[in-house]
């Protein structure tokens, strides 16, 4: 199984600033790597796949980069509805395994 | 638009079974594969299982195997997860979700989720 790890496990970031998350894969799993967002109650959203394009509707200061066991999900210039948990996904292998989260929140 | 609607939870006690239903719409079900994602009270999620799209290929992740059965009825547009021998730790709100497009196992669309309660 591929093990998926999420750093920092909280983020604390000021409304306007830049928020860095990093995931890394236990082995290659080329850019087979999407991350989603999840606020309280509601279904995940899916942010970025393989490992860089956005989806759907998504907006632009969301960015992903990284390749092969390293990769991280930018958010440009935090905005208060980004408050939430993010999980990346590895889809390379299965069993598909995410990682534990990060939780972004106000500093 | 694309519409996922799970239903089938409850509360169970452990050794029982349960099946959960997922109904989709709003676009070809028959050329996606389908997957069950769950996730535990306040803890993160877990992919669970996953069939094509014509039901020739099945994966489970291990916690599972041998206990839950993905399956699913392209007539009726309806993926299934039978679970079996259930377990206090199974307990969790168990997502439906389609891959983004033929063949990229990521997930585009989400059901709002059925909750299984496993407890005596």
């Known amino acids: 199984e591929i093990v998926m790890t999420q750093s920092p496990a909280t983020l604390s970031v000021s409304p306007g600033d830049r928020a860095t998350l990093s995931c890394r894969a236990s082995?290659?799993?080329?850019?087979?790597l999407a991350w989603y967002q999840q606020k309280p109650g509601q279904a995940p959203r899916l942010l970025i796949y393989?490992?860089?394009p956005r989806a759907t509707g998504i907006p632009a200061r969301f960015s992903g980069s990284g390749s092969e066991t390293e990769f991280t999900l930018t958010i440009s210039s935090l905005q208060s509805e980004d408050l939430a948990v993010y999980y990346c996904?590895?889809?390379?292998?299965?069993?598909?395994?995410f990682g534990g989260g990060t939780k972004v929140e106000v500093k | 638009q694309v519409q996922l609607v799970e239903s089938g939870g409850g509360v169970v006690p452990p050794g029982r079974s349960l099946r959960l239903s997922c109904v989709a719409s709003?676009?070809?079900?028959?050329?996606?594969?389908m997957h069950w994602v769950r996730q535990a009270p306040g803890k993160g999620l877990e992919w669970v299982a996953a069939i094509w799209y014509d039901g020739s290929d099945k994966q489970y992740v291990d916690s599972v195997k041998g206990r839950f059965s993905i399956s699913r009825d392209n007539s009726k547009n309806t993926v299934y997860l039978q679970m079996n021998s259930l377990r206090p730790e199974d307990t969790a709100i168990y997502y439906c979700?389609?891959?983004?497009?033929?063949?990229?196992?990521?997930?585009?669309?989400w059901g709002q989720g059925t909750l299984v309660t496993v407890s005596s």
């Open positions: 709003g676009f070809t079900f028959n050329i996606y594969g």
């Open positions: 082995q290659s799993i080329r850019t087979n």
């Open positions: 393989g490992a860089s």
């Open positions: 979700a389609k891959d983004r497009v033929r063949g990229d196992e990521c997930f585009q669309h």
């Open positions: 996904q590895q889809y390379n292998r299965w069993p598909f395994t």
